[in-house]
């Protein structure tokens, strides 16, 4: 993803079903509100059906809990919408450990939490790879 000056930055992989997004800063209300209304346009060009998430959080802060309510309430939609599993790029434990309660409260969901995009990028394609093998089975040939 390119260089940018906002809190957040999108991309979407419509072939791959994945989203891709990086935080960064300590939010405002009005800083979360705007990821709201980016994160729901950018789910819609990704299109209906299931799909993956990939978010780099090594500049995002420990947030206010009004911050984490709204980010947790993104997460309990992604859900809702078919998301299947989520890659994070992270440089703290109490991060990943954000993240991990925020997400656990609201769904259930199958996170991973890596040091590098790389390793965050190889955990989604192996996982891609299975889902795609269980689709094709001989019984459905």
Do not use: C
Not at 1 to 7: F, I, L, N
Not at 74 to 91: C, F, I, N, P
Request: charge should be negative.
């Amino acid at each position: 993803m390119p260089e940018s000056d906002t809190v957040f930055e999108f991309a979407v992989e419509r072939e791959r079903r994945l989203l891709k997004f990086r935080l960064s800063g300590f939010w405002t209300v009005a800083d979360a509100e705007a990821f709201h209304h980016a994160f729901r346009r950018n789910l819609t060009l990704l299109g209906p059906g299931p799909f993956q998430i990939f978010v780099d959080l090594v500049e995002f802060t420990t947030q206010m809990p009004e911050i984490q309510d709204l980010v947790k309430a993104e997460m309990k939609y992604s859900a809702e919408q078919g998301l299947t599993r989520a890659s994070h790029v992270v440089d703290s434990t109490y991060t990943e450990h954000q993240i991990t309660r925020m997400g656990g409260q609201s769904h259930s969901l199958e996170f991973g939490f890596f040091l590098t995009a790389q390793e965050a990028m190889d955990w989604l394609d192996v996982h891609a790879a299975s889902d795609l093998g269980r689709q094709v089975s001989p019984s459905r040939r």
